[in-house]
């Protein structure tokens, strides 16, 4: 894979120092939000909608292929339909900077 100049793979997206500490510093100052609903708490997922997430998973992680499937697509492994809290969930991890959700999502797919 190559590099960028900087080291980071390309297309990856390096947040900037003062992006980082400010981003910090309103987490200790205010309290999180519910990544699914927006409900106020601390964590990333509120009780309910932890309960709807557990709710919209299979009992074992399977793969799938998306219809229509297009040519040279690799394997996808998913935990549950793209729909739903979880569609919520991995959308605000990808375009929302919520990185605090990777651990909750990678639990997902771990899990046995």
């Known amino acids: 894979m190559s590099r960028r100049a900087d080291g980071d793979p390309p297309g990856s997206r ?6 980082v500490l400010w981003a910090s510093l309103l987490d200790l100052a205010l ?6 609903c927006g409900e106020p708490g601390i964590g990333s997922l509120c009780a309910g909608c932890t309960d709807s ?9 399977r793969v799938t ?12 492994v998913a935990a549950a339909p793209y729909a739903g809290i979880l569609r919520t969930l991995l959308t605000a991890y990808k375009d929302d900077d919520r990185r605090d959700l990777l651990p909750l999502l990678a639990a997902v797919l771990r899990r046995p």
């Open 53 to 61: 997430l557990a709710g919209q998973l299979w009992p074992q992680p």
């Open 14 to 19: 390096r947040q900037p120092l003062g992006h």
């Open 65 to 76: 292929r998306p219809d229509p499937c297009p040519p040279g697509l690799p394997v996808v």
């Open 31 to 36: 309290p999180g939000r519910c990544a699914a």
